[in-house]
């Protein structure tokens, strides 16, 4: 929790929000979290998995549609589509 | 109840690592206590979340405050805000509304993520790399990262 929290210190645009997932069952099962930690952004892409801060970075932009042109590591946490 | 040997640590910790202000907003709803109520009434952690607010609160009164909203009574203010469930807490390092949330109450892994997160935007750190910096300047749109935890 703490890189994303991190990243919303560092940009104004992004809005980091921890929730506790036992405590909001009905969102965590919108969100189909079955482990945890279990990051989703703009409602749309999901990541499941701690990951190293550069990876966690380019799946923020990525989620974020913005192009992530820089090569980096596949994230160790698969990325999912969670719209619809 | 929080003992005070916690309370005097969090001081001693606070009065080292704290350098800037820092505004905390908790948005609650009423009635709660530990009833079992149907969904979406009451608020059982609310009490508690309450309890840790203002234990950060105290811990540094001179650069800690601590604003609490009521969703019930304030709903434009909830809306602005956009909260919709509770509680949660906004840390910002001003009267803004914060954009770093925790939404329900921020026990055991999660308490040291809370205390990192007021330390940081006390000192203004977020403590990512250049290359982290450079790629974040890149967003022009609103993001909203959810990060779903639990406390063990």
Redesign the interface.
């Known amino acids: ?2 890189l ?21 069952p ?3 099962n919108q ?1 189909r ?1 079955r482990g ?8 749309r892409a999901a990541v499941v998995g701690a990951l190293p ?2 990876d966690f ?2 799946a ?2 990525e ?4 192009a ?1 042109d ?1 090569p980096h590591e596949a994230p160790s946490g698969p990325t999912t589509d969670v719209s619809g | 109840m929080i003992p005070e040997e916690v309370r005097q640590q969090l001081k001693d910790r606070f009065e080292v690592a704290l350098t800037g202000p820092v505004h905390l907003t908790l948005y609650t709803k009423p009635g709660s206590s530990r009833l079992i109520l149907p969904a979406g009434m009451g608020c059982p952690t609310c009490e508690d979340a309450r309890e840790m607010a203002e234990l950060l609160r105290d811990a540094a009164p001179e650069k800690v405050t601590l604003e609490q909203v009521d969703i019930t009574r304030d709903d434009e203010r909830a809306m602005t805000d956009d909260v919709n469930d509770v509680p949660t807490i906004a840390i910002a390092s001003n009267s803004e509304t914060g954009r770093i949330r925790f939404q329900g109450l921020p026990s055991g892994t999660e308490f040291p993520a809370l205390i990192d997160a007021v330390e940081r935007v006390s000192r203004a750190e977020p403590g990512l790399s250049d290359q982290s910096l450079a790629a974040l300047a890149r967003l022009t749109e609103p993001t909203e990262v959810m990060v779903f935890a639990t406390p063990t």
Do not use: D, W, Y
Not at chain 1, 4 to 24: D, G, H, T
Not at chain 1, 36 to 43: G, K, Q, S, Y
Not at chain 1, 63 to 66: K, N, R
């Open positions: 929790m703490s994303a929290n991190r990243m919303a210190l560092a940009s104004p645009q992004i809005k980091a929000v921890c929730i506790e997932a036992n405590e909001f009905r969102l965590s969100f979290v945890v930690p279990h990051t989703v952004i703009n409602r801060e550069r970075v380019a923020v932009l989620g974020a549609g913005v992530v820089e």
